[in-house]
Protein backbone atom coordinates (compact mmCIF):
# COMPACT_ATOMS: atom_id res chain seq x y z
CA UNK A 1 0.00 0.00 0.00
CA UNK A 2 2.94 2.46 0.92
CA UNK A 3 4.26 1.60 -2.15
CA UNK A 4 1.18 2.55 -4.41
CA UNK A 5 1.14 5.51 -2.55
CA UNK A 6 4.52 6.39 -2.99
CA UNK A 7 4.00 6.09 -6.73
CA UNK A 8 0.76 8.34 -7.20
CA UNK A 9 2.58 11.13 -5.11
CA UNK A 10 5.63 10.92 -7.54
CA UNK A 11 3.30 11.21 -10.33
CA UNK A 12 1.11 13.96 -9.04
CA UNK A 13 4.96 15.99 -8.08
CA UNK A 14 5.12 16.00 -11.83
CA UNK A 15 2.16 17.98 -12.17
CA UNK A 16 1.90 21.98 -11.90
CA UNK A 17 -0.02 23.52 -8.54
CA UNK A 18 -3.22 23.70 -10.31
CA UNK A 19 -4.19 21.26 -13.03
CA UNK A 20 -7.08 19.28 -14.51
CA UNK A 21 -8.31 15.60 -14.55
CA UNK A 22 -7.53 15.47 -18.30
CA UNK A 23 -3.85 16.62 -17.39
CA UNK A 24 -3.47 13.98 -14.28
CA UNK A 25 -4.52 11.10 -17.15
CA UNK A 26 -1.47 12.17 -19.11
CA UNK A 27 0.35 11.68 -15.67
CA UNK A 28 -1.10 8.22 -15.14
CA UNK A 29 -3.41 9.29 -12.63
CA UNK A 30 -6.48 8.15 -13.26
CA UNK A 31 -10.02 9.10 -11.39
CA UNK A 32 -9.40 6.56 -8.61
CA UNK A 33 -6.06 8.05 -7.71
CA UNK A 34 -7.43 11.37 -7.84
CA UNK A 35 -9.79 10.08 -4.96
CA UNK A 36 -7.14 8.57 -3.23
CA UNK A 37 -4.84 11.56 -3.07
CA UNK A 38 -8.05 14.19 -2.24
CA UNK A 39 -8.85 11.56 0.37
CA UNK A 40 -5.33 11.49 1.77
CA UNK A 41 -5.01 14.88 1.71
CA UNK A 42 -2.86 15.55 -0.68
CA UNK A 43 -5.09 17.69 -3.13
CA UNK A 44 -8.21 19.49 -3.06
CA UNK A 45 -10.71 20.17 -5.43
CA UNK A 46 -11.11 23.65 -6.95
CA UNK A 47 -14.02 23.11 -9.53
CA UNK A 48 -15.44 20.32 -11.62
CA UNK A 49 -12.28 18.28 -12.72
CA UNK A 50 -9.76 21.10 -11.25
CA UNK A 51 -7.58 20.20 -8.96
CA UNK A 52 -4.79 21.92 -6.67
CA UNK A 53 -1.54 20.50 -4.62
CA UNK A 54 -1.51 20.56 -0.77
CA UNK A 55 1.66 21.75 -0.95
CA UNK A 56 0.98 24.54 -3.41
CA UNK A 57 2.28 28.17 -2.89
CA UNK A 58 -1.17 29.94 -0.39
CA UNK A 59 -2.72 32.49 -2.68
CA UNK A 60 -5.85 34.30 -2.52
CA UNK A 61 -6.58 33.74 -5.80
CA UNK A 62 -7.84 30.56 -6.43
CA UNK A 63 -11.23 30.83 -7.84
CA UNK A 64 -9.09 32.73 -10.98
CA UNK A 65 -6.85 29.68 -10.95
CA UNK A 66 -10.01 27.09 -10.86
CA UNK A 67 -11.47 29.56 -13.62
CA UNK A 68 -8.62 29.73 -15.83
CA UNK A 69 -7.76 26.01 -15.89
CA UNK A 70 -11.63 25.03 -17.25
CA UNK A 71 -11.06 27.82 -19.87
CA UNK A 72 -7.68 27.63 -21.24
CA UNK A 73 -8.59 30.31 -23.85
CA UNK A 74 -10.57 32.86 -21.53
CA UNK A 75 -8.87 35.98 -20.49
CA UNK A 76 -10.05 37.69 -17.19
CA UNK A 77 -11.99 40.76 -17.79
CA UNK A 78 -14.63 43.59 -16.21
CA UNK A 79 -14.68 43.79 -12.66
CA UNK A 80 -12.68 41.13 -11.80
CA UNK A 81 -9.56 42.98 -14.10
CA UNK A 82 -10.60 46.35 -12.64
CA UNK A 83 -9.78 44.41 -9.00
CA UNK A 84 -6.69 42.81 -9.78
CA UNK A 85 -5.44 46.15 -10.66
CA UNK A 86 -6.59 47.50 -7.85
CA UNK A 87 -8.70 49.92 -9.80
CA UNK A 88 -11.74 49.10 -7.35
CA UNK A 89 -12.46 48.36 -3.62
CA UNK A 90 -15.51 45.76 -3.92
CA UNK A 91 -14.24 41.90 -4.17
CA UNK A 92 -16.42 40.94 -7.20
CA UNK A 93 -18.79 37.56 -6.20
CA UNK A 94 -18.23 36.38 -9.65
CA UNK A 95 -14.91 35.47 -11.45
CA UNK A 96 -15.45 37.70 -15.22
CA UNK A 97 -13.84 35.93 -18.07
CA UNK A 98 -13.85 37.10 -21.88
CA UNK A 99 -13.75 34.34 -24.60
CA UNK A 100 -13.64 35.44 -28.24
CA UNK A 101 -17.21 35.92 -29.96
CA UNK A 102 -18.34 32.80 -31.97
CA UNK A 103 -16.66 30.45 -29.70
CA UNK A 104 -17.69 27.88 -27.30
CA UNK A 105 -19.46 30.03 -24.21
CA UNK A 106 -18.79 27.90 -21.14
CA UNK A 107 -21.02 27.54 -18.49
CA UNK A 108 -19.53 26.78 -14.94
CA UNK A 109 -21.46 27.04 -11.72
CA UNK A 110 -18.70 26.85 -8.94
CA UNK A 111 -16.77 29.39 -8.57
CA UNK A 112 -19.62 31.50 -9.78
CA UNK A 113 -18.40 32.96 -12.66
CA UNK A 114 -19.70 35.20 -15.53
CA UNK A 115 -18.54 34.88 -19.38
CA UNK A 116 -18.75 37.25 -21.66
CA UNK A 117 -17.66 37.06 -25.28
CA UNK A 118 -15.77 39.70 -26.72
CA UNK A 119 -14.84 40.58 -30.96
CA UNK A 120 -12.80 38.10 -31.94
CA UNK A 121 -10.45 40.63 -33.70
CA UNK A 122 -9.84 42.30 -30.54
CA UNK A 123 -9.68 39.55 -28.13
CA UNK A 124 -6.26 38.95 -27.64
CA UNK A 125 -5.61 42.82 -27.90
CA UNK A 126 -3.80 44.44 -24.52
CA UNK A 127 -3.61 41.06 -22.65
CA UNK A 128 -1.27 40.57 -19.55
CA UNK A 129 0.19 38.23 -17.28
CA UNK A 130 -1.36 38.38 -13.63
CA UNK A 131 0.97 36.83 -11.35
CA UNK A 132 -1.63 34.33 -8.57
CA UNK A 133 1.43 32.73 -7.26
CA UNK A 134 5.29 32.96 -8.07
CA UNK A 135 4.71 29.73 -10.11
CA UNK A 136 1.37 30.80 -11.76
CA UNK A 137 -0.41 33.51 -13.95
CA UNK A 138 -3.28 33.96 -15.45
CA UNK A 139 -4.35 36.12 -18.59
CA UNK A 140 -5.71 39.43 -18.06
CA UNK A 141 -6.47 42.40 -19.91
CA UNK A 142 -4.33 45.57 -19.07
CA UNK A 143 -5.91 48.20 -16.37
CA UNK A 144 -6.19 50.43 -19.71
CA UNK A 145 -8.19 48.28 -21.14
CA UNK A 146 -10.21 46.97 -18.36
CA UNK A 147 -11.02 50.55 -17.55
CA UNK A 148 -12.00 51.55 -21.04
CA UNK A 149 -13.96 48.18 -21.15
CA UNK A 150 -15.95 49.00 -18.10
CA UNK A 151 -16.73 52.77 -19.77
CA UNK A 152 -17.73 51.27 -22.97
CA UNK A 153 -19.54 47.86 -21.95
CA UNK A 154 -20.85 48.41 -18.71
CA UNK A 155 -24.38 50.13 -19.53
CA UNK A 156 -25.84 52.20 -16.67
CA UNK A 157 -25.98 49.80 -13.84
CA UNK A 158 -22.39 49.51 -14.02
CA UNK A 159 -21.63 53.37 -15.03
CA UNK A 160 -21.07 53.62 -11.34
CA UNK A 161 -18.02 51.34 -11.27
CA UNK A 162 -16.53 52.45 -14.58
CA UNK A 163 -16.17 56.18 -13.35
CA UNK A 164 -14.84 55.16 -10.08
CA UNK A 165 -11.81 53.13 -12.21
CA UNK A 166 -11.57 55.96 -14.48
CA UNK A 167 -10.65 57.91 -11.96
CA UNK A 168 -8.26 56.15 -9.90
CA UNK A 169 -6.51 55.10 -13.54
CA UNK A 170 -6.04 58.85 -14.24
CA UNK A 171 -4.94 59.96 -10.79
CA UNK A 172 -2.37 57.26 -10.64
CA UNK A 173 -0.93 57.80 -14.03
CA UNK A 174 -1.71 61.44 -14.89
CA UNK A 175 -1.37 62.24 -18.46
CA UNK A 176 0.63 59.28 -19.69
CA UNK A 177 -2.79 57.69 -18.57
CA UNK A 178 -5.15 59.78 -20.46
CA UNK A 179 -2.58 59.02 -23.84
CA UNK A 180 -2.59 55.12 -23.18
CA UNK A 181 -6.94 55.09 -22.22
CA UNK A 182 -7.02 57.08 -25.59
CA UNK A 183 -4.72 54.46 -27.68
CA UNK A 184 -6.91 51.91 -26.45
CA UNK A 185 -9.96 53.33 -27.01
CA UNK A 186 -9.27 53.78 -30.43
CA UNK A 187 -8.19 50.44 -30.80
CA UNK A 188 -11.83 49.17 -29.50
CA UNK A 189 -13.56 51.99 -30.96
CA UNK A 190 -14.98 53.31 -27.55
CA UNK A 191 -14.10 56.97 -27.70
CA UNK A 192 -17.10 58.28 -28.03
CA UNK A 193 -18.11 56.65 -24.72
CA UNK A 194 -14.06 57.75 -23.39
CA UNK A 195 -13.79 60.98 -23.80
CA UNK A 196 -16.50 62.94 -22.26
CA UNK A 197 -15.89 60.62 -19.40
CA UNK A 198 -12.08 62.03 -19.43
CA UNK A 199 -13.59 65.40 -19.70
CA UNK A 200 -15.80 65.32 -16.53
CA UNK A 201 -13.07 63.27 -13.89
CA UNK A 202 -10.82 66.03 -14.97
CA UNK A 203 -12.98 68.88 -14.71
Do not use: W
Not at 110 to 123: E, G, M, R
Amino acid sequence: MSSSKDRLSLRLSQLPPTFTAHAAADARLSARDLAVLREAGEIDELSRGVYRRADAEPTAHLDLLAVCARVPQAVVCGESALSLHELIDDIPHEVHIAVPRGSHRPSISYPPTKVSQYAADTFGFAVERFEATPDETVPVYSAARSVVDAMRLGGAAGRGIALSALNRYLHRHGQQGVADLQHVARELGGMSALRPAIEAVLA
